[in-house]
Structures are given as C-alpha cells and as structure tokens.
C-alpha cells in the first residue's frame, strides 16, 4: 500500500492508463470508464511476484475445467511451466529473491501507519505464531514498548504462556548478537577461513564432474558390451537364455548408474549453492561492518526469523545457510 501511495503521489500511471495513454493501445479495463489510472495494492502485488523481469516465461497459468464445461480455473504453481533465462532480465536476480522473502513476511503496519521494524521476525518458540506488539506504563509513569505472544494474547492463556520481552532488550540482544557474528565473519584470518573453505567446496565440486565423467564412460562401457551381446548371440557364442540374463544384467547397471549421476548433479547444485550463499552472507556482513543502530533494512538483510523464549532468550536464526546462532 505504501508503494502505490508513493506512485500515486508521484504521478505515475498505472499499467492500464500506460497501456492507454504512452502506448494508445485500444485496453479494456472495468475502470477504465472511469479513467482512474492509481495504483492499488493488487497491481504492484502482481508485478513484484512476476518472474518475467528476471528473464522467465511463465506458461500454463489458467486452463479450461473440460472440453464440456468452459470455465477458466486457476492451475496450481506447482503445476505450471516456467523456463528461465528466455530473454534480458531487467531486475537482478538476487534482488528479485530477496522481494519474494520479504512478501511472505508479515508487514502488517501500525496504527500510526509506520511498519514496526520488528514485523513479521519475531515468533513465539513454543507455539510459532507472531509476537504481538504492546504498551505499558510504569509506576512513574514511563510508556514501554514490548512483544508478547500472539496465541496466548488472542486465544487463550492454557495454549501458550506469555513469552513477553521489552523493546529494549531485543533491540540489545540482536545488535550484540550482530556485532558478534561480524566479528567473527569479517576479521581478516575468519576471511582467509572462510575463503579457504569455500576452496574446499570447490575441489569438492571439481570431484563430483570427475567422478559423474567417470561414470559415464563406464555407461558406454557397458552399452558397447550390451551390443555385443546379439552379435555373440547370433553366431550360437551364447545361447538365447543367456542372451537374455546378460542383457538384463547391463541394462540393470546401466540404470544405476544413471541414477548415481542424476544424484551427483544434484550435489553439484547443492555446492554452488552453499558456496553462492556464504559470498552473499559475507558481504552482507561486511556491508554492515561498522553497524550501531538497527533499523528495518539491516533486519530484513541479515535475519530469516527470530525465537522468543518464555525465559526471555531469543534464537537468533540469521539467513547465511540456515544456520543458528
């Protein structure tokens, strides 16, 4: 919503007044009649959702129920074709990913309209759901912001305990937490460390393409032999019952190792993975070397959630590989 007020504010049409008026394009739209051309919050969901400024098409999205009964439904995501890299991307990738995490977060705003920075990262450790923002007064009279958890605030007491935790040791715990983690990351000897193991993975990777090559050749191996086989057959060597126990033997080993290999490119997927997401998480770090106040961007970039324990103690678990700390 705050985007579409930004755009409206600024001026900027909306795809259908676009479609109509840079483009003189004949768009029917419900609204058009009324030559509205905001935004709304829809829009700009839709369009941040959309992969095809990263380069994809996306197909198989709607479909006809039955050749009898001619409604359009809605085709499951799971269920559509998607081929990447089909044309230029105009937004970055990781930009693009990192939109999409901060859409499943819940960034519901206050009632003075502001998006608390804490939205959406703290959960309950025992029952999951979001911690609940609230106010208190003290006995001088001092207002005092903290997180309680949302089960036992909106259901009932007898599901969850109350898990509370004032704004200002959160906000304690979490910079400390930070600081640490840079520390540890960012000194120059944890870099060469760090670097040096990203190496490891990489020889490791190297040996996955040599062992699945390795594989392969023995796949011609074992096709040549399984050729050969009718050859032997028809020139009485063998005879057909062993014909056919030897080749079911090589098609056999043949399918093995062909599943080894599907497995082997998966690891090798898995690796560059690991080995991308520990360059990101670095330079996040470093990025925020010098870091002395928090604020919503710093959270978002570095932290997938955050565990609120009835104790008080909080599970920070940043985003660098799912790793908790």
């Known amino acids: 919503m705050a985007i579409c007020h930004r755009l409206n504010d600024m001026g900027v049409l909306n795809p259908t007044g676009y479609k109509k008026k840079k483009l003189n394009q004949n768009y029917n739209n419900s609204i058009l009649m009324k030559e509205d051309y905001s935004w709304c919050p829809s829009t700009v969901r839709n369009i941040l959702k959309n992969d095809i400024y990263i380069g994809n098409i996306t197909q198989g999205k709607r479909r006809v129920k039955s050749y009898k009964v001619h409604k359009i439904e809605q085709v499951p995501e799971d269920e559509w074709i998607r081929v990447e890299n089909m044309h230029e991307p105009i937004i970055d990738k990781d930009l693009f990913e990192k939109a999409q995490e901060m859409r499943k977060v819940d960034t519901r705003v206050q009632n003075n309209g502001y998006l608390s920075m804490w939205a959406g990262v703290l959960k309950c450790a025992d029952c ?82 040599s062992i699945k090559y390795e594989k392969e050749k023995e796949i011609e191996k074992i096709s040549n032999l ?36 599907v497995n082997l490119e998966k690891q090798k997927e898995r690796k560059e993975e690991i080995i991308d997401s520990n360059s990101q998480w670095i330079e996040n770090f470093k990025k925020n ?16 959630y955050i565990d609120v324990y009835e104790n008080k103690k909080i599970k920070i678990h940043f985003k660098f590989i799912n790793k908790h700390v």
């Open 289 to 304: 070397k010098n870091i002395s106040k928090l604020d919503r961007e710093i959270i978002t970039e570095l932290i997938d």
């Open 226 to 261: 399984k050729r050969g086989l009718y050859e032997d057959w028809k020139n009485k060597y063998i005879t057909k019952d062993e014909y056919i126990e030897y080749k079911q033997i090589y098609e056999n080993d043949i399918e093995e190792l062909k599943t080894i290999i």
């Open 128 to 209: 999951g759901r979001a911690m609940h923002k609230k106010y208190c007064k003290n006995k001088k009279g001092t207002i005092y912001e903290y997180y309680i958890c949302g089960t036992y605030r909106k259901k009932s007491n007898k599901l969850c305990t109350k898990h509370t935790l004032k704004l200002e040791e959160l906000e304690r715990s979490v910079l400390e937490a930070i600081k640490w983690n840079i520390e540890l990351f960012i000194d120059t000897e944890n870099i060469l460390e760090q670097i040096s193991k990203l190496k490891i993975k990489q020889l490791a990777k190297d040996n996955i393409a």
